[in-house]
């Protein structure tokens, strides 16, 4: 069964940075695409930013310059790096794989953006 299991979430404050991790059950060459979606209360899942296999990455304009999508392929983990971060960062954070012609989710990590 394939899975995605997200870690690194926290309380962070303002204009400071946050790691967080998805690590995947199998190669995460496997996938088309991996991305990182977020959440926050009473918001729609938006798409902050994704990674092909091929390693060519995109983000939403709002986080652009703030956040970088990379790959470790020997522990099969895809990694958010997010600096800068702001309160309206402050959301459920979700691991998304697309994998021949199916989605695959993570249970989502918590990122809190406070002082």
């Known amino acids: 069964q394939v899975q995605l299991v997200e870690s690194g979430g926290g309380l962070v404050q303002p204009g400071g940075s946050l790691r967080v991790s998805c690590a995947a059950s199998?190669?995460?060459?496997?996938?088309?695409?991996l991305s990182w979606y977020r959440q926050a209360p009473g918001n729609q899942r938006d798409n902050v930013g994704s990674?092909?296999?091929?390693?060519?990455?995109t983000y939403m304009d709002s986080v652009k310059g703030r956040i970088t999508i990379s790959r470790d392929n020997d522990k099969n983990t895809v990694v958010l790096q997010m600096n800068n971060l702001k309160p309206e960062d402050t959301a459920v954070y979700y691991c998304n794989g697309l994998r021949y012609g199916r989605t695959y989710w993570g249970k989502g990590t918590q990122v809190t953006v406070s002082s």
């Open positions: 990674i092909t296999r091929g390693g060519s990455t």
């Open positions: 199998e190669s995460i060459f496997n996938f088309n695409t």
